[in-house]
């Protein structure tokens, strides 16, 4: 996820990518290998990885966002001759890669700044705009449509396993209860009825904050076929090879270090016995990285 940040003295939000330094270190980003990010964003990782690997290293880079893989496009401009880029989810790239044979790959799940910021785009209870939050908004359902279609029970239980939220039932009653009325249909509004529903936050928590990652992942399949998608990418590495991946929720972390435990059996040596964390600095600097944590995991030379 690249988070922005701003310099002093200047009122121009410039792109950072999360734990960046600690991300090249694990891949071992080196000239003349082969790398994938699977996962794109706005191209921060990506720029850094080719501009590490040169001469001639080269990167696969795709995005199920077809608007980040067209910013991804424009800010690797420079490495075109190195780079290929292209609209596809990250669970797609084993059948993809065939016999080419990664040195390293990166999987970034969170969303990039351009998303949460877009009120287009309907990720954030921050900005007004449509309740959408699909990554590829070329098909699919709407957060709209989950919380406007689900049964009263459905959208509690959505609520409580994905965004472990203490108050799903209630705020579930208070969702069904406001569609009677009229379709839900802005984030405002939403947010708005969870707010009333949810009672005392927790401090420094948003009341809408859980409920809208709830949908999130629903929406976007968040959690659906991950282990086994990190398993997958895996075993496409090349000898020595190296996974980092970057999770920004307990759920999908979860899911993360479950895979990677199964792969040790098969020869795979975990890089982080802990996922590795930002640095109070760079919180400081980009407070949507406080969450993140990477892992990382290397295959066997045989």
């Known amino acids: 996820?690249?988070?922005?940040?701003?310099?002093?003295?200047?009122?121009?939000?410039?792109?950072?990518?999360?734990?960046?330094?600690?991300?090249?270190?694990?891949?071992?980003?080196?000239?003349?290998?082969?790398?994938?990010?699977?996962?794109?964003?706005?191209?921060?990782?990506?720029?850094?990885?080719?501009?590490?690997?040169?001469?001639?290293?080269?990167?696969?880079?795709?995005?199920?966002?077809?608007?980040?893989?067209?910013?991804?496009?424009?800010?690797?401009?420079?490495?075109?001759?190195r780079a290929r880029l292209v609209h596809a989810d990250y669970r797609e790239l084993p059948a993809r890669l065939e016999a080419e044979r990664p040195d390293g790959i990166l999987l970034d799940l969170g969303l990039s700044s351009a998303q949460l910021d877009d009120p287009e785009r309907g990720f954030s209870f921050q900005v007004d705009g449509p309740l959408d939050m699909r990554m590829d908004q070329t098909g699919g359902e709407t957060a709209a449509d989950v919380v406007n279609r689900l049964p009263e029970p459905d959208l509690a239980d959505l609520i409580y396993r994905f965004g472990e939220e203490p108050s799903s039932r209630r705020i579930a009653r208070a969702i069904v209860s406001a569609r009677r009325t009229s379709r839900i249909r802005t984030t405002s509004e939403l947010a708005a009825i969870v707010r009333r529903a949810a009672g005392r936050p927790r401090p420094g928590l948003n009341p809408a904050t859980r409920t809208f990652q709830a949908l999130r992942i629903r929406v976007n399949r968040e959690l659906q076929g991950l282990g086994e998608a990190v398993a997958a990418l895996a075993r496409c590495l090349a000898p020595r090879g190296r996974l980092a991946v970057i999770a920004f929720h307990s759920l999908e972390d979860r899911e993360v270090k479950q895979a990677f435990r199964g792969l040790e059996k098969e020869g795979f040596r975990r890089l982080t016995k802990k996922p590795l964390r930002p640095s109070g600095e760079e919180v400081r600097r980009n407070p949507r990285a406080r969450s993140a944590r990477l892992r990382g995991l290397e295959r066997e030379a045989a």
């Open 1 to 81: 996820m690249d988070v922005p940040s701003r310099s002093s003295g200047s009122d121009v939000a410039a792109h950072e990518p999360v734990l960046l330094a600690e991300t090249l270190e694990l891949l071992a980003v080196r000239a003349g290998a082969f790398y994938v990010d699977g996962t794109v964003g706005q191209g921060g990782h990506a720029e850094e990885i080719l501009r590490r690997s040169a001469p001639d290293g080269r990167l696969l880079a795709s995005d199920r966002d077809p608007e980040a893989v067209a910013a991804a496009t424009a800010r690797l401009r420079p490495y075109a001759d």
